[in-house]
Structure formats: C-alpha cells, structure tokens
Nanobody, 121 residues
Framework: QGKFVESGGGLVEPGGSLRLSCTAS????????IGWFRQAPGKDLEGISC????????YYRPSVAGRFSISRDNSKNSVILEMTNLQPEDTGTYYC??????????????WGQGTQVTVSL
C-alpha cells in the first residue's frame, strides 16, 4: 500500500523557517506529480505547492509564492518543502500526497499522516 511519511513540522515564530520532508513507499514515486497540502484550523484542505514527476514544473499557491520552495529527489523517493518568512496564516497540518492535477487535494491516491506547523509568538 502506497504511503508517505512526513517530518519537519513544529512551532516557529513569525518570520521563521521550517523544512518539511516526506518520503514515499509502496508505489512508483517517479511516475507521480507530488504536492503539499494544508489543513488550516476551520478551513478546507488546500493545495500549497506541487511539483511534476520529472521536476520540470512547480506550482505555488499565491499566498506562499516567493516564500516556499518545493523540490524532489526521485532517487530517494522524497519531496522537500522549504518554508521561509512563515506567518500565522501558514499554521496548519501539512500533508504530502500524489497530485491528480491542478494541485487540488480531491482524488489524490496516496497520502501521508501529516505534520503540524504552528506559527505563533
């Protein structure tokens, strides 16, 4: 059964940085676009950033563009999300998942368990 394991979340002050990573297993990782999705308190799950299977295209939600950077290493079945200048509105549970298109969470085939990011003084 395919899955992801995420790590790197935590509590950080506004303006701080975090590096999220996820490692996949149980499926052909290099055949899938991969995304990071966020569940903020009281809000719907939303796509934050996604990357193509061969690392030649990436998408960023406008609210994180210029602050977040996504990358992948297909030799390690891993995806990294570098987050800088974090703000309280970035708070939420971050999930790694396969992307079915448009960096939307609907219909994603494989998911991780999530890692919590809290941005607060």
């Amino acid at each position: 059964q395919g899955k992801f394991v995420e790590s790197g979340g935590g509590l950080v002050e506004p303006g701080g940085s975090l590096r999220l990573s996820c490692t996949a297993s149980g499926f052909a990782f290099d055949q899938y676009p991969i995304g990071w999705f966020r569940q903020a308190p009281g809000k719907d799950l939303e796509g934050i950033s996604c990357i193509s299977s061969v690392n030649d295209y990436s998408y960023y939600r406008p609210s994180v563009a210029g602050r977040f950077s996504i990358s992948r290493d297909n030799s390690k079945n891993s995806v990294i999300l570098e987050m800088t200048n974090l703000q309280p509105e970035d708070t939420g549970t971050y999930y790694c998942a396969t992307d079915v298109g448009a960096c939307a969470p609907d219909g994603a085939e494989y998911w991780g368990q999530g890692t919590q990011v809290t941005v607060s003084l």
